[in-house]
């Protein structure tokens, strides 16, 4: 599988938050999620990505090349949808993509037009009159008109109706079919992810927690609830952010296989959510202790 991104020992010091050591890749072909609390240091690590940041140690290359190397070619290549709006307000969609298009040598009217009409936007409106739905639908049609190799998304999903949500979604897998493309979207929503998401990086408080295929890191892990009386402090050690009451527990396994033959009907074990992952990891982490490498 080709890496179209490839971020190796990726720093960056702030005064209250740091990057540490971020490893990641994002494969041709596949959608690749990135998951991790407020804070965690997603958007950091979207905006190094971008080179709207400059990274203070490490190395980021997408399609083989540095920022430092070729990043007008790099942008070229690349359909960017962040958060908030980065359009002009005072000014129609319309009026915003003739100013914008012509940055774009592969850019396509046709398909513009196209996702204006699937997206029911108005041509004519002003930005500022627009729903934060509206603009982020603007914000897709925008980097998706320039038939962009990789599409990078910082919470795309937020603000927008259920709907939508999942025509979005399925739009992504849409786009991937052809194996020539790749998606990294960021999303504190992990139920999206879990629907389509190939690859799954987690980040908390600066770091990467774990990297690697979404069904793999879910099949690692279980969430385990039983009497308090089975939590000896050996198991107890196997568990993250576990939970404690009068009649029992909770808490996350992160190596299943390590619970093997231990379970003797006595415990509970569920597969896991994204969210549980996550949730169980930055509680452990919050309480002192180390989280999943």
Request: aromatic letters at 8%; a negative charge; charged letters at 30%.
């Amino acid at each position: 599988m080709e890496n179209i991104v490839e971020v190796k020992n990726l720093e960056k010091y702030f005064s209250n938050f740091s990057l540490k050591e971020v490893n990641l890749t994002v494969k041709k072909g596949f959608i690749t999620g990135f998951i991790g609390p407020n804070g965690a240091g997603k958007s950091t690590t979207i905006r190094c990505i971008m080179n709207l940041t400059r990274a203070d140690h490490g190395k980021v290359r997408i399609f083989g090349k540095t920022h430092e190397e070729d990043t007008e070619n790099i942008k070229q290549r690349i359909g960017f949808v962040q958060d908030e709006s980065f359009f002009y307000g005072h000014l129609s969609l319309e009026q915003n993509k003739k100013l914008i298009a012509p940055f774009y040598q592969t850019w396509n009217e046709k398909l513009f037009a196209h996702y204006i009409e699937r997206f029911e936007l108005p041509r004519m409106k002003k930005v500022d009159h627009l729903s934060k739905g509206m603009k982020m639908k603007f914000s897709l049609a925008m980097a998706l008109s320039h038939n962009p190799e990789l599409i990078i998304m910082d919470e795309p999903t937020s603000g927008l109706d259920p709907v939508f949500r999942r025509e979005l979604l399925e739009l992504l897998q849409d786009i991937i079919q052809d194996e020539e493309k790749a998606v990294f979207f960021s999303t504190h929503i992990t139920q999206d992810l879990e629907k389509v998401a190939d690859f799954i990086t987690f980040i908390d408080n600066g770091k990467i927690v774990a990297s690697e295929e979404k069904d793999a890191l879910l099949e690692q892990h279980a969430v385990v609830k039983g009497p308090k009386e089975w939590l000896t402090a050996e198991r107890r050690r196997l568990l993250h952010g576990v939970k404690e009451t009068d009649i029992g527990f909770e808490g996350l396994l992160t190596e299943k296989q390590r619970l093997a033959g231990e379970a003797d009907g006595q415990v509970l074990l569920e597969r896991p959510s994204l969210e549980d992952i996550m949730f169980y990891t930055v509680k452990e982490r919050k309480n002192g202790h180390s989280t999943i490498a």
